[in-house]
């Protein structure tokens, strides 16, 4: 009797210094803590590793859901920008009838300018579009020079800030007594010019965001369910070691936190390897997107700005969290107890 009287006292004892130890060593149990997370993850490696790989997927899908999506709306922006309206007007239209009907134009709020030609200057344009072409010069002499302006339609260019809403510029030109008078029959102005390629450049932003969304969302759900099994796994297999804890003493967030740290060593790597093969892969295809007219301006800036340390540490940040809430929400289903 004497004996477990004693054995109960020493380690009664013993488990009050072990709790002062905890409480006065704070630093100390923060590094166990991370010891031992990083134990764990080097102890379930090829979970670790499948886990890591799927989190850097999804997190560079991500990647590619944002860029492609900037660059597809920016895309189509710089197109609507560089669009201008022709409108054709009859040969030999006047320079002062011209400059009347562009300041009836002018007066409509939706035109951002407007740039007017006549009949000699556009014959003056063709001829300097086709100054390489000997066939073209050589037949221009005198009389078909003046056959040519004859029957070259005089332009009026117009630059708007909404292409998408051309109402009150149809309205003028429909209308108006000068317009109608002047505007060339047989060739129509240039409303719809482009608005089937920007019209298909914005639905292709739309589907990149939204595909690329709904990847994002199964490749996390991806993620969430491996680093589930991994921590359950890491717990099945340490449970006695979890009840020896708990037996000494230890508080929750001692027992919890070295797997909460192995889903985050994941997330962080997963991070690293997301932003190198993102920039990577990203500036290999730049220049190749760029010669075909997309716009890529936007990402190159800040990839190649002070900003791109900002975007690393967001694709880490975003794989530590991915990680953490899909380990703590395994640590809390069974280790609801600890």
């Known amino acids: 009797m004497t004996d477990e009287k004693d054995l109960k006292k020493n380690s009664k004892r013993g488990l009050k210094v072990m709790r002062k130890s905890h409480e006065f060593h704070p630093i100390r149990n923060e590094g166990r803590i991370l010891k031992y997370g990083a134990k764990g993850f080097s102890r379930n490696i090829w979970l670790s590793v499948a886990a890591t790989i799927v989190m850097a997927i999804t997190l560079i899908i991500s990647f590619v859901t944002i860029t492609a999506s900037v660059i597809l709306s920016n895309t189509a922006e710089t197109m609507r920008e560089k669009i201008d309206i022709t409108i054709y007007l009859k040969p030999n239209t006047s320079l002062e009838d011209l400059n009347k009907l562009k300041e009836t134009i002018e007066k409509d709020a939706n035109v951002k300018s407007v740039v007017i030609s006549t009949s000699k200057e556009e014959y003056e344009k063709f001829l ?38 051309l109402d009150s510029v149809k309205e003028i030109v429909e209308t108006d007594d000068g317009f109608v008078a002047a505007v060339d029959e047989e060739k129509a102005p240039t409303y719809d010019v482009n ?144």
Request: contains cysteine.
């Open 195 to 338: 608005q089937v390629e920007i019209a298909t450049i914005t639905s292709w932003a739309k589907i990149a965001r939204t595909g690329g969304l709904i990847l994002a969302i199964v490749f996390l759900m991806i993620s969430v369910l491996i680093i589930f099994s991994t921590i359950r796994m890491a717990i099945f297999s340490r449970r006695e070691e979890i009840y020896m804890m708990k037996l000494v003493g230890a508080d929750k967030r001692f027992i919890r936190g070295p797997f909460l740290i192995e889903a985050e060593i994941s997330g962080m790597i997963a991070g690293i390897i997301a932003a190198m093969v993102s920039y990577v892969g990203f500036m290999f295809l730049a220049p190749k997107m760029a010669g075909y007219g997309i716009d890529v301006s936007a990402i190159t800036d800040v990839l190649n700005s002070n900003q791109s340390v900002l975007v690393c540490a967001a694709f880490v940040l975003l794989g530590v969290l991915i990680g953490r809430i899909s380990s703590r929400l395994a640590v809390q289903k069974y280790l609801h107890k600890a």
């Open 128 to 165: 300097s579009e086709n100054q390489d072409s000997e066939e073209i010069i050589d037949v221009m002499d005198e009389e078909m020079s003046e056959l040519m302006i004859s029957k070259m339609q005089a332009t009026m260019r117009l630059k708007v800030y909404d292409v998408d809403n």
